[in-house]
């Protein structure tokens, strides 16, 4: 069985998700497109203390591009992109449609038989399936707007007209019109041009084979429960998907060092034949839910990296930050940040700034702890911060910022270096 190293495998992991590439000097429709094939998937989320979620993947790996034509890419009610639970919430293909008809089925199946809610609302839900055919895709905002003002039907609460709404978007009787703001336009199939795609559907067995053969693409290098978190499928319909592409000789067995328990080796999935990069050269700011790092177990194995975001930690109590996102320089996470981009004053300020234990600069000759001399005659934490300043500039100026600021008091033990090298 092939053998890889930890850096192999990291390398082929980065380069899998497309940082093994200079940035384009220009962004348009096709390298957005481009990417999105590459990802599969594209994790949405409503934090947006620096920036929405499902901006992040596309500025780390491109760099500076309009995140408006982004939205109108992927939010286009009958556009090339859809949403869907194919990780969290994310967008897929309107082609992938058909591969999710098992799971919609399957959501559909356990809610009718595991919700009361379900089971005592079927005619609200048949009122809001109604509701959107008489008048066409709406938000839960609109819903309630007309409950509220008609008086129709017993349902005033905005979490029963939402809950609903959810559910028969889980079902694919109802599905994504694009989004308004980030609410979610939700529409019956036929409004929005999928109901040709919605009336197929790929076997099960041949569908999870299909997304799991995808999922080893996106990440380069897995074991058998990162091939399965990628799409959120079950470990033992994994394995066998795994199995019948290993007969085909569509992947292969590796081990990859340290993967395993105690150290030791473990077993992993490649593409056969796939290219592994000499370096990686890219630094990038990461958001908590970027392929890269959205499975913790995967980073901390992958990256000796051990990342939680504390939103809900209460602030006497964070660590790091409210929001930290890892920054990757080459083929390490080097260190954390906690941006806000606080728009009334045209500034994104750096809230902390972080350098990872036994970090050091590709080349320094040792590897030392953030506050110890690396081989060229700088900290760690100076190292760091001469390449996250330059990022930082960038992202302020991709956020229509114009300045760059370290907070009072400093957090962080590269707080300090950060705010030396601005």
């Known amino acids: 069985m092939p053998r890889l190293t930890a850096a192999q495998a990291r390398r082929l992991a980065l380069a899998a998700q ?36 499902h901006y992040l993947p596309v500025f780390a790996r491109l760099g500076a591009y309009e995140s408006a034509a982004l ?11 859809t949403e869907y639970w194919a990780h969290e919430a994310a967008i897929i293909r309107r082609d992938d449609w058909p591969l999710w008809h098992w799971k919609r089925e399957a959501l559909r199946s356990r809610y009718t038989e595991r919700s009361a809610w379900v089971r005592e609302n079927t005619a609200m839900l048949d009122w809001l399936l109604g509701e959107l055919g008489e008048k066409g895709p709406m938000t839960v905002a609109d819903v309630e707007h007309d409950v509220a003002k008609e008086r129709r039907g017993p349902w005033w609460g905005w979490s029963d007209v ?33 109901a040709d795609l919605h009336a197929e559907a790929v076997p099960r067995a041949e569908a999870q084979r ?69 370096r990686i050269e890219a630094t990038a700011l990461l958001s908590p839910f970027d392929p890269v790092v959205w499975s913790r177990d995967r980073a901390l194995r992958m990256f000796d990296f051990h990342y939680r975001i504390e939103i809900y930690t209460p602030a006497p109590k964070r660590q790091y930050g409210y929001y930290t996102l890892p920054v990757l320089v080459d083929d390490a996470l080097a260190g954390r940040v906690d941006l806000k981009s606080d728009r009334a004053a045209g500034v994104l300020r750096v809230q902390s700034a972080w350098v990872e234990p036994g970090w050091a600069p590709a080349g320094a000759g040792s590897t030392v702890a953030g506050s110890e001399a690396t081989g060229s005659g ?45």
């Not at 000097?25 to 481009?34: C, F, I, P």
């Not at 939205?71 to 992109?81: N, P, Q, T, V």
């Not at 299909?210 to 080893?216: G, I, K, Y």
């Open 71 to 81: 939205d109108a890419l992927l939010f286009a009610r009958r556009g090339r992109y």
């Open 210 to 278: 299909e997304l799991v053969r995808r999922s080893v693409q996106a990440l380069g290098v897995g074991t058998v429960a990162d091939i399965a978190d990628y799409h959120r499928l079950k470990i033992t319909p994994t394995r066998d998907a795994l199995r019948s592409l290993l007969e085909a000789r569509e992947v292969e067995r590796v081990e990859v060092e340290g993967w395993g328990r105690e150290g030791r080796d473990g077993e992993a999935f490649v593409v056969p034949g796939v290219s592994i990069p000499r």
């Open 162 to 194: 939402k809950e609903g709404l959810e559910y028969l978007f889980a079902f694919g009787d109802v599905v994504s019109g694009g989004r308004r703001g980030f609410s979610r336009v939700y529409a019956l199939p036929h409004q929005v041009g999928l």
């Open 18 to 53: 497309g940082f093994a590439r200079p940035h384009p000097t220009a962004v348009g429709t096709r390298q957005l497109n481009d990417l999105l094939d590459r990802l599969r998937v594209l994790q949405l989320d409503s934090v947006s203390v620096f920036a929405r979620s």
């Open 378 to 422: 700088a900290t760690a934490a100076e190292a760091f911060a001469e390449r996250l300043v330059p990022l930082l500039r960038s992202a302020a100026a991709w956020q229509g910022l114009a300045d760059v600021r370290v907070t009072d008091p400093l957090w962080g033990d590269a707080a300090a270096a950060v705010r030396a090298a601005l």
